[in-house]
Nanobody, 122 residues
Framework: QLVESGGGLVRTGDFLRLSCAAS????????MGWFRQAPGKEREFVAA????????AYADSVKGRFTISRDNTKNTVYLQMNSLKPEDTAVYYC????WGSGTSRSNEYDYWGQGTQVTVSS
């Protein structure tokens, strides 16, 4: 029900915009989040946004470089990633949290996408 896109191979300093299209019947009832998982590491929080897009949260490692946004008319959440670094290399997943506030806790998300690979070369 969640499909991520927009990943790819880029160089340090480049940008990417990830999209997550949701086929949820009441998309605006869900807080949405982006998480990532690098090889050999646990899934970690990246960013989250509440149902209305009025509140956002970011991991310290991406604050000031990444921006999360959503378009409830298109059932889509975005992650604009600027000034990419090699340490941003990971599979990026979006999650949907029914009536959530935009938490960093992955176990509170109800649905997940399959992920999209982001690779940043040095």
């Amino acid at each position: 029900q969640l499909v991520e896109s927009g990943g790819g191979l880029v160089r340090t300093g480049d940008f990417l915009r990830l999209s997550c299209a949701a086929s949820l019947s009441t998309f605006s009832s869900y807080a949405m989040g982006w998480f990532r998982q690098a090889p050999g590491k646990e899934r970690e929080f990246v960013a989250a946004i509440n149902w209305g897009g009025t509140n956002t949260a970011y991991a310290d490692s991406v604050k000031g470089r990444f921006t999360i946004s959503r378009d409830n008319t298109k059932n889509t959440v975005y992650l604009q990633m600027n000034s990419l670094k090699p340490e941003d290399t990971a599979v990026y997943y979006c999650g949907a949290d029914y009536w959530g506030s935009g938490t960093s806790r992955s176990n509170e998300y109800d649905y997940w996408g399959q992920g999209t690979q982001v690779t940043v070369s040095s």
